[in-house]
């Protein structure tokens, strides 16, 4: 496994690889064993997800979801999807929002 592809599997799936999918779990136990910038990126995620996991949750409002509702399905070919990055809900969504200062706004 190469850094790129762990962390498209970090992004996807957060830093707790046991909830990785089994057949990807040992080889990212064995790019961790010998790659710093693998290690760096999931001490990386294990920070985001503590800091983001102690902010309140909230459930969106009625305007919130009307407005996700209104997002036309042709968004759903959008290049990012195809790059492996989750536009909605993902890993990198989430790095993105908590860089943009969602947590401050929130």
């Known amino acids: 496994m190469h850094v790129n592809r762990f962390q498209t599997l970090l992004d996807a799936h957060g830093p707790d690889i046991a909830r990785w999918?089994?057949?990807?779990?040992?080889e990212a136990e064995a790019l961790l064993a010998v790659s710093e910038q693998a290690r760096r990126a999931l001490a990386e995620a294990r920070l985001l997800d503590r800091a983001l996991s102690g902010l309140?949750?909230?459930?969106?409002?009625?305007?919130?979801?009307s407005?996700?509702?209104d997002i036309p399905e042709i968004h759903d070919q959008s290049p990012a999807l195809s790059a492996g990055h989750h536009a909605v809900?993902?890993?990198?969504?989430?790095?993105?929002?908590f860089?943009?200062?969602?947590?401050?706004i929130a």
């Open 21 to 26: 999918p089994p057949e990807m779990r040992a």
């Open 56 to 65: 309140p949750s909230e459930s969106a409002g009625p305007l919130l979801r």
């Open 89 to 97: 809900g993902g890993w990198s969504a989430r790095r993105r929002a």
């Open 99 to 104: 860089a943009a200062g969602w947590p401050a």
């Open 67 to 69: 407005a996700v509702l």
